[in-house]
């Protein structure tokens, strides 16, 4: 226990929203160069490698039960790994960070938009203006995705 106004450090842990995250191995391996704990959350068991770091959360079937399970938990200096929109809005109000499998970290300042250009695309899908769903996935995304999550690891540890 500290004494008074000694400094009490926040542990830093990594959320994933794993269910459709094609950067998983790249998380694991920034939090185990970091010693960062690690929770995989998803509603169906997945194979992961075998860490002490690594907590697998399987939650109920549910289109938000993993998004409510890390909302729930995620708090200041924690970083969630999610291409969801509202689930990523969520975290930022808690003071988590947010950062897409691309690497593109969503932020305070453009949550609102981000928001608004999701519902606008969900709109014109739907009144079939426009197909398709997302950009694929390429390898130059992975390697932003890793800069990126170790950018903002060092940044919090610099913080903190």
Known sequence: MAGPGAAVTAVLEIY???DACPVKDEVMRVAGRHGLIVHVVSNSWMR???????CRVVVAEG???ADDWIAERAGKGDIVVTADIPLAA???????H???P????FTQDGIGMALAMRDLMSDLRETGEIRGNNPTFKPKDRSRFLQ??????????RAG
Do not use: N
């Open 16 to 18: 994933v929203d794993a």
């Open 98 to 100: 947010a950062l897409g």
């Open 148 to 157: 990126a999550l170790e950018a903002v690891v060092q940044g919090i540890k």
């Open 90 to 96: 969520r975290c930022l109000k808690h003071g988590a």
């Open 63 to 65: 289109a938000d039960a």
């Open 48 to 54: 992961l490698a075998e860490s002490p770091l690594v």
């Open 102 to 105: 691309t690497g593109k970290p």
